[in-house]
Structures are given as C-alpha cells and as structure tokens.
C-alpha cells in the first residue's frame, strides 16, 4: 500500500494491498477501500463505507457522512459506491437516514466537482454529474443519465436512463427516460436523439422511442390515455416497455 504517513486509519478499516492513499486523508472505521482504488489527499471517509474497485478520489472529498436528514437518529446507516467510479474535488456524499439503509452510486459514475448526493439516494451505473449538481434525499438516477452543472433535484425524484438534463436546472419531478430536458421551471426538449446514437441504439428502437415521445407529450392523450395506446400502437420492445412502466408507476409525476 502507498499510505502517505500523515494519513489517519482507523484500525477497523479494511484496505486491500494496492490501494494509495494521500496526505491528511482519514480513513473512520467499519470503511472498505478495493484494489486499485486511489485516494488524494484531504479526503474524509466518514464510517460504513465500501468503496470498490478502480475508483479515483479526488482532494477534500467528504463520504459516508451522517444523514443531514432530521429524522436520522445516529443508527448505523451505509455508503456502497462501485467499481470504477470518478470523484472529483469537494464532493459530498451521504449514507442513509434509516437504520440499516444504504446510498447508493454504482459503477463506472463520474461525479464532478462540488456535486452533493444526499441520503437515500441511488445512483446507477455509468451516470455523469457535472460540477455543482445537488441532489435531495430519495433521488433515484438510473443508468447512463447525464446530469449538466448547477441543476438541483428535488427529493424522491426520478431520473430515468439515457436521459439528458441540461445546466442550470430544476427538477422538481421525474424526468423520463431517453428523453433531454432543461430550464427552472424543467421543460422536456424533444428525444435524446443524439445520445441515443453515440450509445449505439438502432434506427427501430430509436423510431419507436420517438413515437412513444410523440403518444405521451405531443398528444391530447391524458397519461392513463397514452399509456393505453403506446402499448397498443408500439412495437413491445425493452426500451418502450421501459418507457411506458417509468410513466406508469411515477408518484411525483412526470415533466412535460
């Protein structure tokens, strides 16, 4: 292990061999670091925190701190972040308020500088938070979304999977997947036709999606009414079964 000798290191904390660790970092205890993870210096890890592996920590990171929730009651609570994982300077992320609950990010994430992700939330796979985006308790992220600076998500929002916000947001509800969206107060802007294509959807799922865009927000349908037709209408492909259950089961409802 490359320890920096300023370093603090509970003796709890699980460290595999290869990982470096940089100075003035502290380690609390019950915190699992994975080979090939890097951390810079002035980082804090906080408590029951697993880090996996391949992961870059950038300087005065702050992890697995309390809930800033009112209703945690200092029963233990987790921080999992995944295989992979970018974290850049002065980010902070919270374990969960419940006794035994866990927040979330997951492989191969990028989180740019003074991103916050708060208790509870869940962040997929392969998502991009760029400088200053602030999430409340709650937040589900699902894989491959990219999230643009200085956009703030209100708590128990959803954002779905391949969808594009643009900076200087409000997301006050859930935003669709596959879909760009932007603005204070959030409008949807069309089909993330472009970020589709880079990901390598074909032309008939790509079709597809943009006549399910087209049934939920360029109709007079109601949601229970385009839901009905999408299902009738549209080729039952994964990405448009995913589509229609998103809308389907969102409790915050959905931007338009």
């Not at 839901?227 to 229609?244: G, M, N, S, T």
Request: with cysteine; net charge neutral.
């Amino acid at each position: 292990m490359a320890i920096h000798p300023t370093a603090i290191i509970d003796r709890s904390a699980e460290i595999d061999e290869d990982v470096e660790i940089g100075p003035y970092t502290v380690i609390g205890p019950k915190v699992k670091i994975r080979s090939g993870t890097q951390i810079g210096p002035h980082v804090y890890i906080h408590k029951n925190t697993a880090i996996g592996h391949d992961c870059k920590i950038w300087k005065s990171v702050s992890l697995g701190a309390d809930s800033q929730d009112l209703k945690y009651t200092g029963r233990a609570t987790y921080l999992e972040i995944g295989d992979r994982t970018m974290i850049r300077e002065f980010a902070t992320i919270n374990r969960a308020t419940t006794e035994g609950g866990t927040t979330k990010v997951g492989d191969d994430c990028f989180l740019m500088a003074y991103t916050h992700v708060a208790h509870d939330c869940v962040v997929g796979n392969n998502v991009i938070l760029s400088n200053v985006v602030n999430m409340a308790g709650h937040v589900t992220i699902e894989d491959h979304a990219t999230i643009s600076g200085v956009t703030a998500i209100h708590q128990f929002v959803q954002v779905g999977r391949y969808s594009f916000i643009g900076g200087g947001s409000r997301v006050p509800k859930d935003v669709p997947p596959f879909v760009m969206a932007v603005g204070n107060p959030i409008m949807l802007n069309g089909l993330n036709t472009v970020g589709l294509q880079r990901k390598g959807f074909s032309e008939e799922v790509r079709q597809e999606l943009k006549r399910a865009y087209k049934i939920f927000f360029r109709s007079q349908y109601n949601i229970s009414q385009a839901l009905e037709h999408a299902r009738a209408e549209l080729k039952q492909l994964p990405e448009i079964k995913h589509f229609c259950d998103f809308i389907a089961r969102s409790e915050r409802g959905v931007i338009i």
